[in-house]
């Protein structure tokens, strides 16, 4: 896997630091097209970033961050990667599928069900990571980062160089939002201004869980001049107070001055975390099986389901948030979350028609 220089954009020049190096892990360049979303008011029109598509089982916006932060593991020389998150998280499937590409040996610290002796049947993510064939450390479901992930991580870098003498590179969860990572979202953000982003769009739509996307996003708007308006829509129920610290906190991480405020060049918008992360209702499910139905497009549970169906409700009923009447909706993957629910035949059997197709998508047990 080759490594090559990274030539940071003219107005991120001020960041600092900068990455030197990037790997080119995730397709580039994915398209931007119209989307005829059903639900959305007369006056709008809506298109959408296929970011879904930058790879297969290297998609969505994880492996444009980890084009940069695995290019640092590489120039520091590291032989492991460590990262963590929960069992079936797009973020280790994602780190672990690439480091076995480059090379690398995968760790990870997940979040699962302990007492669960078999994990046999596993499918989406879980499936992929596994196959991969990383070293697990299981902690318990909803472990707090800070007290138990991050520091096991850190323990299990120094009992590797112990043991080996090598060094490992920990990725922090979901990707981190500060550098290197967030390079990552600021280079899709330049793609998208060479697809026309400043000319024909007002306003940018994308899910925020980690804060990183809403992060580089707010940041590369704010550098390139304010031109649209950016909608984090939250899929947890995180506080926006948490995120707009977080962010904040990137602002300054990076070398900007602290007067420019996340408040400004970010728009979070809570209230559709519906039964909250990871947990979908059924509103949710009939709108991703619509949606599919409909537009051939598949958006994921998790993230980006939450995300589009809360910016459908957003512009019906909030339209003084939006800048105008442009949208451009960032489909940032996810779809192997799709494993975590299941279609209903016994209804598709029974009502064949097509008013109730939106019926078939029910939580997976
Ligand atoms: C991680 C993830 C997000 C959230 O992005 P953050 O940068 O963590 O806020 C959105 N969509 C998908 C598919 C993801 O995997």
Sequence with gaps: MDVYPYQ???WAKCLSPTPTHRLKLANERTPIHRWELSGIPAGFELSIKRDDMTGCLLSGNK???L???LAEALKQKCRHVITCGDVHSNHCRATVVAARRLGLTPHLILRDDVHKTSVRGCSGNEFFTRLC???IYRVPLGSPYSSVSKPMMEKVAKEIKKESGDDSYIIPVAGGSSFPGVFGLISTFEEMISQGLLDNYDDLVFPCSSGCTAA????SNYLTGSNIRCHAINVTEIPKSNFLQHINQTIVD???PDRVKADNIVDIIE???????NISTQEELDFLSSVAVTTGIMLDPTYSGKAALGMVRELNNNQHRFKGNRILFLHTGGVFGMY???LDTKTTAETRDEVKLCKYLIPYN
Excluded: A, S, T
């Design 63 to 65: 492996v444009r961050k």
């Design 271 to 277: 209230g559709h975390q519906g039964k909250g992360y």
């Design 133 to 135: 064939g990383p070293n």
């Design 216 to 219: 580089g996003m707010g940041i």
């Design 67 to 69: 084009d940069f932060l």
């Design 254 to 256: 990076m070398g900007l």
């Design 340 to 342: 975590n629910v299941q």
């Design 8 to 10: 940071c954009p003219d």
